[in-house]
């Protein structure tokens, strides 16, 4: 597209805004029918995953009353599947931050500080931070570019859709 005039790309910015507001809706309603069908597709499964849920405590409650049939073989494999028993342990670690933050010290107090997790990776804003030398010693390179944008005023542009 050419454009020859101020007026001409302000014409421009003015149709970007439109295509960005018509784009919004499309999402919008996309989101809207992905979410009835989700709906949809959960009061569909809600009676098949109930009904599974009881057929799992009726296995398992006929198996707890026969549990010494498991006391050598952990598991049984019928026509249609399998059953079993399995050892499972679990630790369960708190989620709030100031039992976490408890738990971390006292591993290290305990001289467990390989149970601690840490995830090393470069901070890109402190990087862009240091001086140009610096960078250069880290093997890296600074990109500066003039980046073009286009900024469409969409309350201007939907007053002026929302009018015609």
């Not at 499964?45 to 549990?67: P, V, W």
């Not at 050598?72 to 494999?77: D, L, N």
């Amino acid at each position: 597209m050419e454009l020859n005039s101020w007026n001409d790309v302000d014409a421009a910015i003015r149709r970007a805004g439109e295509i960005d507001i018509t784009l919004e809706r499309i999402s919008g309603d996309a989101t809207l029918k992905i979410n009835e069908v989700k709906e949809d597709a959960k009061r569909r499964s809600d009676g098949l995953n109930a009904e599974r849920k009881q057929l799992e405590k009726g296995i398992q409650a006929f198996c707890e009353a026969r549990k010494d049939e498991f006391s050598r073989k952990r598991s049984k494999t019928l026509s249609f599947g399998s059953i079993g028993y399995r050892i499972v342990s679990k630790v369960s670690i708190p989620r709030d931050k100031g039992k976490v933050a408890a738990l971390i010290k006292a591993l290290r107090a305990f001289a467990l500080g390989d149970c601690i997790k840490t995830e090393e990776k470069p901070d890109r804003d402190k990087i862009a931070e240091l001086d140009d030398a610096t960078i250069a010693k880290l093997g890296l390179k600074r990109n500066v570019t003039d980046s073009f944008r286009v900024q469409p005023d969409i309350e201007a542009v939907q007053n002026y859709y929302d009018a015609a």
